[in-house]
Nanobody, 122 residues
Framework: QVRLVESGGGLVQAGGSLRLSCAAS????????MGWYRQAPGKQRELVARVTFPGTSNYADSVKGRCTISRDSTKNTVSLEMNSLKPEDTAVYYC????????????????WGQGTQVTVSS
């Protein structure tokens, strides 16, 4: 059973920094991608940043230059360093992973963490 466990959310003042981490555990064959999405009240869930396990990353325009995503393929973890945080970054942040559970799987299945709250005060 695949599980994603997040850590690192919290309350920070505008202009501050936070680091989110997510670890994938359980029995699986390989990880294709890991990333972070966020959902603010009354809004749809949106991509923040994503990284493939070969190492290619992409970011939402709203966070480019302020966030850095990194992965550790030996530990099956992904981290998101967020700087110059703004009140509009306030949301629940969800870890996401595309994981092939067995070597016979042609496609990666989508997994989600439980979410961690990030609140940026003005």
């Amino acid at each position: 059973q695949v599980r994603l466990v997040e850590s690192g959310g919290g309350l920070v003042q505008a202009g501050g920094s936070l680091r989110l981490s997510c670890a994938a555990s359980g029995s699986f064959f390989s990880i294709n991608t890991m990333g972070w999405y966020r959902q603010a009240p009354g809004k749809q869930r949106e991509l923040v940043a994503r990284v493939t396990f070969p190492g290619t990353s992409n970011y939402a325009d709203s966070v480019k230059g302020r966030c850095t995503i990194s992965r550790d393929s030996t530990k099956n973890t992904v981290s998101l360093e967020m700087n110059s945080l703004k009140p509009e970054d306030t949301a629940v942040y969800y870890c996401n992973a595309g994981i092939r559970v067995t070597g016979r799987d042609l496609r990666a299945a989508n997994y989600w963490g439980q979410g961690t709250q990030v609140t940026v005060s003005s």
